[in-house]
């Protein structure tokens, strides 16, 4: 078995255009750096993107956007990014706005093999469209279907070479649930370690849901809005 | 007078008990974090993947990979807890989260709420809002009771895109507090200085008022 | 917030006759003990139990089902108990046998407010009878709900006076997605540590599922089948 | 000579391929385990809450905390990684488990699967049986050709109470390895010194038997 690859170029191999990508992070907080770099020194182009945010202009998904490398957005909040609005507007791009805790669950249904399941979000409003409606109970609920992807891209902070992910703080977000429900899922971590070098009992991700991984390089980890008390 | 962002911001904070676990939305239900009284722990719930926000951090304590909803910088309480986006709105859509802040453009007599969407503006998406109002067990809506118009945002029923249907239990304004009722809006309470008539003129939702109508105590 | 108890008995306080229980632990490993003897030293009866499992003769839910205390099991497994078998055969006792992984995710589905949900255990099988079927793309799926009990009583390594929990190696098994699923979760614990004592980053059920918490003493954990290379 | 227990296990260890993360079932199946060609890397599965199960403990290892889907108290590998029982069947529903391997009382040519219940016995329950069935990407049966009585359990249909509908792909029992197609059983391989006749005899459903039936290399 061996899931190592030396780096983000030998990772995204195999991923074309018209494919659909999940790609983890919150914000710019626990994005796949390093793919995403490399994803942009390519020719691929009509991505469909299931990400719950599209990166800022120039950092992040914002990269592919720029060189417009992606079809088609699924996300939750797609704020602080000029030229999405531009290709937004001038139709280039298509958006698919789902809620945060939908996408979140439907993606984690496409990893434990849960093709539909049902939600109050959103009924009675306009994501409720074209969704059966069902009552359980007193209250309304959506029907929602898994979401799957030809290549989860995620970040963890540290990794095993079985694959293992633990992530640091709110850094994790969607890259656990993306992490089971790609039909190849790469890891970027910050530390690559040997089997053994982590404690079983702190393993965020096992191992059986990363196909390939390795150590990242010359992390930005950009601050959207630096607040201080001060 | 009608209350400031800090005042609304205020009046909710008395609706908090010890050991509550709240969600809070972006804008003035963010400043409810600062009029939490002394001696009572809540724990606030970022749907980012944190229990156990603390205060913002100081210049030296910032760290990327903490993070608030609005993609701010924050810190971690003692005792605090991360985990993953699908865990983060479990405990939201199972009901485990108390209270839910959340701000809206406008709300309904029948509990509606619209605040993610203006038709022609761009839309930035709803992020976690319609999770938040679909499953909270008790919402409290911070606004405005009118726009800059004058305009009231407490209507019959609302004109914008919906975040959540019914879902609307209690509404801090500017000028009121205000429960959502199966008959309408029920007038609670009136800001220090605001005239029950004031209240009248700013509602177009139906507005009951039963007996003395108190002013806040703030 | 105050959601230290002192002990099982005052942990246990509100449990009536006819509730419904969730109790974790996969046979003998990781069952809440001291909230279980609290439970056969009551006399409270017609208790559904939802567990894995049913313990032993006399440890474990064996230690209720002696004192008939359980009217209904919701299991996957029940073998290793013959007092177990002697009422059900003389049906003292009734008996739902679920899937265990469908157990599992019912349970979870419970706590993260999920009503309802496909999965394909079962399909064709006795497990389908009075469940609707659906085709999603080649494969046949069973509708099946979530579970939620009155009282989930689960066993964790570690806990905090927030609640927050840490399993040790497998004696998780159902305990996390119990502690979910309660309208009133109690977690007994081998070490109680102050808030702080726990690394924020390794935490398994945060604590707001838990409302009760309390240092379990003198714990047996027995072994079902010590199985050795010597 | 049909195969005894270890010899089934031998053969279906040569199913494994480097990588493979598998999850094997109580009796027969878990010898499988000691077959694992070397230089292999076999990641196994307890569904009760581990990946990388290692070799049994010394006496003085035994751990309460670390035991296997049968009870049985066991090590885990470096590398090793702990999980709750619905993340463990997230694992196992949503396909990521490579190779299933269980027994069974019976199978039919069209694959379904009786396992768990036999009437007129005491039902102990179908564990995660069902679950794996219905989900494994890959399933072998590791089985007795025939019961005690010489009667075939490769039957046209099932006569017991289903496991699961159509599931099994292949079987290796003590006298074959038979794949399971939409047209029977296809006799792929003999066990040494087992006839094809002998294998027909004991075979109640539809064999498809072409062209020579190499024996078994073990």
């Known amino acids: 078995m061996n899931k190592v690859v030396q780096n983000a170029i030998e990772a995204i191999r195999g991923i074309e255009s018209q494919m659909t990508l999940m790609l983890g992070g919150f914000g710019l907080c626990g994005i796949p750096e390093n793919c995403i770099a490399a994803l942009a020194a390519t020719d691929i182009t009509g991505l469909t993107c299931i990400s719950n945010n599209a990166g800022i202009d120039g950092f992040g998904l914002g990269m592919l956007l720029r060189r417009h490398q992606i079809e088609k957005m699924i996300s939750s909040y797609v704020g602080e990014n000029k030229e999405f609005e531009r290709q937004l507007l001038s139709r280039e791009l298509e958006v698919e706005l789902i809620p945060q805790g939908t996408l979140a669950e439907r993606i984690r249904a496409g990893g434990a093999g849960i093709p539909a399941f049902y939600v109050p979000a959103g009924y009675g409003t306009e994501v409720a469209e074209g969704k059966p409606v069902r009552q359980f109970g007193d209250k309304m609920y959506l029907e929602e279907q898994w979401l799957k992807a030809d290549f989860s891209i995620v970040k963890a902070w540290k990794g095993d070479t079985n694959g293992n992910l633990i992530y640091r703080y709110v850094a994790n977000n969607f890259n656990h649930a993306m992490a089971m429900a790609g039909k190849i899922t790469i890891a970027e971590v910050e530390e690559l370690v040997p089997v053994g070098a982590l404690e079983p009992n702190h393993i965020h991700t096992p191992g059986v849901f990363v196909q390939r991984i390795f150590q990242g390089q010359n992390y930005e980890k950009r601050i959207e809005f630096a607040t201080t008390r001060d | ?218």
Chains 1, 3 share one sequence.
């Open chain 2, 1 to 218: 007078m009608a209350l400031d962002k800090n005042g609304i911001a205020k009046r909710i904070a008395q609706e908090l008990r010890d050991g509550y676990y709240v969600n809070l939305g972006i804008g003035i239900p963010t400043l409810v974090a600062n009029y939490v009284p002394p001696g009572m722990q809540i724990i606030l719930q970022s749907e980012n993947g944190l229990l156990g926000i603390g205060p913002f951090p100081a210049k030296n304590e910032i760290d990327p990979d903490l993070i608030n909803a609005g993609k701010q910088t924050i810190t971690a309480l003692p005792g605090a807890a991360f985990f993953d986006s699908s865990m983060s709105f479990a405990m939201i859509r199972g009901g485990h989260i108390d209270l839910t802040v959340l701000g809206a453009f406008e709300v309904s007599e029948t509990g509606d709420i619209a605040s993610w969407k203006i038709p022609g503006k761009l839309v930035k998406g709803m992020g976690g809002a319609m999770d938040l109002v679909a499953s909270a067990r008790n919402i409290i809506v911070a606004m405005m009771h009118t726009n800059p118009q004058g305009e009231s945002k407490l209507l019959k029923k609302c004109t914008l895109p919906l975040t959540g249907v019914g879902v609307v239990k209690k509404i801090v304004s500017d000028l009121a507090v205000l429960d959502v009722t199966p008959q309408g809006f029920k007038l609670l309470e009136r800001a220090p200085g605001v005239s029950v008539e004031d209240i009248l003129n700013a509602t177009e939702g139906n507005l009951i008022i039963e007996g003395d109508i108190p002013e806040m105590l703030i």
